[in-house]
């Protein structure tokens, strides 16, 4: 059955008249309302700030939280639909705290020909403590209005962007690194490296045909002023030396240009001649997810097609060492498939089995594993609990390993264009961290992905 609004007009309210509208105050309630009115009293948002300035040891709403309960009481149901605020008067008598019940209260104290209205007003907290007081002014409708009612859009709080902010900073007292730039001849590839050398984060060594190099900096504005450049005749030729200049230790990070990614990683790959070490290369996508309360790494999304369980295994401290090199001491670890059970027609959940075994037996270290779980349950505590999963990883994942690339590479792209998710991608495995930027990167995101390979070579500096 549909639920009408009708209101009452002038020639129907009496003096005497009154409602009454009771409502509970949530931490939700006082962050709408501070993101609607833009208002950064602090003393609404922290409990501390509440203590040392309004001396409160809970948060406290905005006054006007509260008197704004009159504008939904007036227009919702007396006089109702219709109605016109004319004046408010209020005087504040107690503050609103988060978690408590206020009732406010509206009576017609004064009707004013030809319309108008004056109302007495009073809210009381659930302790019987008389918040405000005050009077309000109408018009009153004088045409009868019956209507069903509205159903007002849902809203959802979400945490600002900040990961990438908070990585970037990280590098703020390191040294910049030495990056072999491997053919940035167009404008995405060549403004990333020299964003990055503006801030401070990295050495650029621009490795590819001069001439084109310098064509694109002149046409997008670009200051080449101290940075080396390389000159190469073709990519081939950029991906050798960029990572001869690795292999020997000029550089301690390779970034990649405008080249394919697989012409780069064919190099890299190389056995003779490239990068590789005694442990599985791959790619681990670092993920900002407005959403998501923590920074998530899903891999490997990018490089390993269909992994096998070995292959699953140093994928997997890839990613732990890369967590602890952001700060995360013990990242928690969602081995991912369909479903949460091993079933044993579904081989990512054998395998998922296997690597958390492989981590009691000591085999991965550094992390608390837990698996097969669906990525609901491994990225939500509420629905972890409806399946009654008792899980310290379930519903608080800080690395997704994905079962193959395409669950990968399709679930990163799905946070990034359905959730504004931003991605930064490394390559780590390699003797030096790999930074994998996209044309759909955004700035930031490929600034971040710099200072990822900063974090990292700075990390290994220390072990070393």
């Not at 208002?39 to 006054?63: C, G, I, M, Q």
């Not at 659930?126 to 209507?147: H, M, N």
């Not at 290369?281 to 990018?302: C, K, N, Q």
Request: hydrophobic share 45%; charged share 25%; with cysteine.
């Amino acid at each position: 059955m549909v639920e009408m609004m009708n209101n009452r007009v002038f020639a129907e309210i009496k003096i005497g008249d009154s409602a009454t509208l009771e409502r509970t105050c949530s931490m939700k309630d006082v962050e709408l309302f501070g993101v609607a009115t833009g208002d950064l009293n602090p003393t609404h948002y922290s409990a501390e700030s509440a203590e040392k300035f309004a001396h409160h040891r809970k948060v406290v709403a905005h006054s006007m939280w509260g008197g704004s309960l009159l504008s939904a009481l007036l227009g919702n149901e007396l006089p109702g639909p219709g109605t016109v605020y004319r004046n408010q008067d209020l005087t504040f008598l107690a503050p609103v705290e988060v978690g408590d019940t206020v009732t406010v209260t509206i009576t017609v104290a004064e009707k004013i020909p030809p319309a108008d209205i004056a109302f007495d007003c009073k809210a009381v907290n659930q302790k019987g403590e008389t918040v405000y007081t005050g009077r309000a002014l109408v018009i009153a409708p004088t045409e009868k209005v019956s209507q069903p009612k509205m159903e007002l859009q849902e809203v959802a709080l979400r945490r600002r962007h900040h990961v990438f902010e908070d990585i970037i900073a990280k590098c703020t007292d390191l040294a910049p690194i030495s990056v072999a730039v491997c053919h940035p001849c167009d404008q995405v590839s060549l403004e990333g490296p020299v964003e990055a050398a503006k801030l401070g984060l990295i050495d650029p060594i621009l490795i590819g045909p001069e001439a084109k190099i310098r064509s694109v900096a002149a046409e997008f504005g670009f200051d080449l002023t101290g940075l080396r450049i390389v000159d190469t005749q073709h990519s081939h030729e950029s991906a050798e030396r960029a990572v001869a200049m690795c292999r020997s230790g000029e550089a301690e990070a390779l970034m990649k240009g405008s080249l394919h990614t697989d012409e780069m990683m064919h190099e890299v790959a190389s056995r003779d001649k490239g990068l590789r070490t005694a442990r599985r290369i791959s790619h681990v996508f670092v993920m900002d997810v407005p959403t998501y309360p923590r920074t998530l790494l899903i891999t490997d999304a990018a490089i390993n097609i269909y992994p096998t369980l070995e292959d699953k295994a140093d994928i997997l401290q890839n990613a732990i060492e890369l967590a602890h090199v952001l700060g995360v001491e013990l990242p928690k670890v969602a081995i991912l498939s369909a479903v949460e059970t091993v079933y044993p027609k579904i081989n990512s959940t054998i395998e998922a089995a296997a690597l958390c075994k492989m981590a009691d037996r000591g085999q991965i270290t550094g992390a608390l594993l837990d698996g097969p779980l669906a990525f609901d349950n491994a990225i939500s505590e509420e629905a972890a609990k409806i399946k009654k999963i008792n899980s310290p990883v379930a519903g608080r994942a800080d690395i997704l390993l994905v079962p193959d690339l395409e669950a990968g590479n399709m679930l990163a792209k799905q946070l990034s264009y359905l959730a504004e998710a931003d991605a930064a991608g490394i390559v780590l495995g390699a003797r030096v961290p790999i930074v994998l930027t996209s044309r759909a990167d955004s700035a930031k995101a490929r600034l971040a992905s710099c200072a990822v390979a900063v974090l990292f070579a700075h990390a290994r500096r220390l072990k070393a």
